[in-house]
């Protein structure tokens, strides 16, 4: 499995038409991010965007159109769809000498936590179909958001996600790192403990640690004692530092600050915190962007973005309504290969 920042052919997302999601005046808040972050993106590489309906197309591009959008630049599929989570449903390409195969892991709504889900997790098949590409079926439940590689061997996942019973019951740790080292190409697995308050997909690897490069990561930490998150961060981040990979060598840790992650309107599943992280950033082509939501926090993140990314752009893109939803920008894009 390429590492992010690896050359993409087209970024995948979902349009928002959710209204359990997004209720009342919340889906065209969260629509309007979308209008900026794929506004920024097009210029990088081609986007692919999947619509619920024709309805949901139309609106979509009327709301595009009012933007700087070249739709050329968009490739609109017309596909049934449960939610925007693209991330975790969306197809997974990994490399083989014949070139790029799709992954179609199973998809279950994170524990079958919200059904109905069979239309998310009909897509892999549709876009392997669709552009005649290799597919195959490792027959595992797996979240793309539950995965960090590094291209070099290298995976970072949490057990509170891959281990619990609502994914894969009947497979236990060792035959987890079996099928994600067949199937993704990898030697190591690091296993953190569990992911944010308020993460309702049980502690995504993508809000708490992210690979910068092959030996850097990004661990999310706060040194207020009292913050909901500070424990089960501090125990991650204890993981990374001591952590020697096979030949020895120690990784890079940058701790990277949480925002506040309190909301004064509770989620749609009642939590009064949201997965707000700095983490779940997405590397496209060229550029890096950044979900913005604390203005005393903000700016010293994106320096520090601009100081490991410096042949990247770095774009930030406000991203409070959007984390309402629970998932942020790297949550609702999944990258292509071989695909344009």
């Known amino acids: 499995m390429p590492a992010e920042w ?25 629509e309007e991010v979308y209008c900026r972050f794929i506004e920024e993106l097009h210029f990088y590489e081609p986007v692919h965007i999947f619509l619920e309906n024709k309805e949901v197309k ?30 975790d449903c969306g197809p997974i390409f990994v490399k083989d000498e014949d070139g790029y195969v799709i992954l179609n892991w199973g998809y279950n709504a994170w524990g079958e936590k919200y059904p109905p889900w069979e239309d998310d997790n009909y897509i892999p098949e549709y876009v392997a179909s669709k552009y005649g590409i290799r597919l195959e079926e490792p027959g595992m439940i797996l979240e793309g958001g539950s995965i960090e590689v590094n291209g070099d061997g290298l995976l970072m996942t949490t057990e509170s996600v891959l281990l619990n019973p609502n994914r894969n019951p009947d497979l236990n740790r060792s035959m987890i790192e079996d099928q994600l080292k067949k199937y993704l190409g990898i030697r190591e697995v690091i ?24 030996n850097t990561v990004f661990a999310c930490m706060t040194e207020d004692k009292n913050d909901v998150n500070y424990e ?50 997405y590397l496209a082509n060229g550029a890096v962007f950044v979900p913005l ?31 309402w939803g629970q998932g942020s920008l790297h949550c609702i894009t999944q990258q292509w290969y071989s695909v344009r």
Request: hydrophobic residues 35%; aromatic residues 8%.
């Open 6 to 30: 690896a050359h993409h052919s087209a970024t995948h997302i979902h349009w928002p038409s959710n209204h359990e999601t997004w209720p009342g005046e919340r889906l065209e808040r969260v």
């Open 293 to 323: 939501y604390d203005p005393k926090l903000d700016a010293e993140i994106l320096q520090l973005f601009r100081k490991y990314f410096k042949h990247r752009k770095v774009i930030g893109i406000p991203a409070k309504d959007l984390v």
């Open 191 to 214: 296993w953190l403990k569990r992911g944010l308050a308020g993460d309702d997909t049980d502690g995504h690897i993508d809000d708490i640690a992210r690979f910068v490069n092959e």
């Open 232 to 281: 089960a961060l501090q125990e991650n981040l204890d993981i990374l530092r001591s952590y020697q990979t096979g030949s020895g060598d120690k990784l890079n840790i940058i701790p990277l600050p949480m925002p506040d992650c309190r909301v004064e309107d509770p989620t749609v599943d009642g939590s009064e915190y949201v997965p707000a992280s700095y983490a779940n950033f």
């Open 58 to 87: 139309e609106r979509a591009v009327q709301r595009l159109s009012k933007r700087a959008v070249d739709l050329d630049r968009l490739t609109l599929h017309v596909q049934p769809i449960n939610d925007v989570w693209a991330r």
